[in-house]
């Protein structure tokens, strides 16, 4: 601050002493002339003074003016600038994964330390005049998911039936209605509803009891595929395995069944499936290996007591707790 002053003082400073140096001439010139010293003169020099005075008062108001305006150039220059590192705020259908990773970034804080995080973080990103909408919506979908997690709304396909689905996913559609319009819904939900109800179809089929099994994975499958980008996005994994699978069935030989699917997915996921499946072929080894047991046992003249005796003992040398627990599952016992 210091140096702007200096600086702006050096024009006042030299307009007054080349005023001053031109009073001095006049003056010498002046007083060189004893006939010119009268009245007049005394009027002359008073007009110098009042010249003089008025030079001082406006290149002040100069130099102040210039100082003014530089500064406005500085603050809307500045200003100009912060402008544009921000943008509007728009709802789109990318807005959902936006707000989403926003608060899986903060899942150990409470909700509202979440929402002034927000209401702080519109300030840098969002200009001025859409930053309230963006922190309106951010609110009320955090608390819509609070509202969420309120409730039971997740279902394991496996386990539920047609009619429970159904319903878990009307409670939370009438969730989301609550909380948004329909074009925030719109935006914010309408590609995920789709691929439900999608998904909601595929499980009619799969329990459809008229249909074999096999016969309603296919059916499945191919429902899937012919499906919108967002439900093959969705279910891409559920056909990466149904791929996987295919492959399984159709190489016997572990490096063709390796190579197979190295070429489709990669060398790490086909390294990953190979120890699964050596795992599954021990496991699978064990089983056989059991029942060859049990069977032996059946043909043994042995009461049922010393047969279960004889059975546990096998289960216990050689199964885990967990695999003695499928192993019932799997050989019905």
Do not use: C
Request: glycine share 4%.
């Amino acid at each position: 601050m210091t140096k702007d002053k200096v600086r702006y003082a050096y024009p006042i400073l030299t307009g007054l002493v080349a005023l001053l140096v031109l009073g001095t001439i006049v003056y010498i010139q002046l007083a060189s002339d004893n006939k010119k010293i009268d009245a007049g003169s005394s009027a002359e020099y008073s007009e110098l003074s009042r010249q003089i005075e008025n030079s001082e008062i406006e290149l002040g108001e100069n130099a102040t003016t210039h100082k003014e305006a530089g500064a406005r150039h500085h603050f809307k220059s500045g200003a100009r600038s912060a402008n544009k590192s921000l943008v509007s705020f728009k709802l789109d259908y990318t807005t959902k994964d936006a707000f989403d990773r926003f608060i899986f970034a903060r899942t150990t804080e409470d909700p509202q330390t979440v929402k002034l995080a927000y209401n702080t973080y519109v300030g840098t990103v969002f200009t001025l005049t859409t930053q309230a909408r963006a922190s309106d919506l951010f609110t009320r979908y955090v608390d819509y998911k609070v509202a969420l997690s309120s409730i039971e709304v997740e279902v394991d396909l496996a386990s539920h039936s047609l009619q429970d689905v159904s319903y878990k996913l009307d409670e939370r559609e009438g969730i989301r209605r609550t909380y948004f319009n329909d074009t925030e819904y719109h935006y914010l939900f309408s590609q995920e509803a789709q691929v439900d109800e999608a998904a909601l179809e595929r499980l009619r089929v799969a329990q459809e009891s008229t249909l074999p099994r096999e016969e309603r994975k296919v059916l499945i499958v191919a429902s899937i595929k012919a499906g919108n980008e967002a439900e093959r996005k969705a279910f891409q994994p559920t056909l990466n395995m149904h791929r996987i699978n295919e492959i399984k069935r159709s190489y016997s030989n572990t490096t063709d069944r390796y190579n197979a699917v190295a070429a489709e997915f990669g060398s790490t996921v086909a390294e990953r499936f190979a120890k699964t499946w050596e795992k599954q072929a021990q496991w699978e080894s064990k089983v056989a290996d059991y029942e060859t047991f049990r069977e032996s046992l059946s043909k043994q003249a042995l009461s049922s007591s010393e047969a279960e005796d004889a059975l546990r003992e096998y289960q216990l040398a050689r199964f885990t707790d967990n695999e003695i627990k499928r192993l019932k599952v799997i050989t019905s016992l």
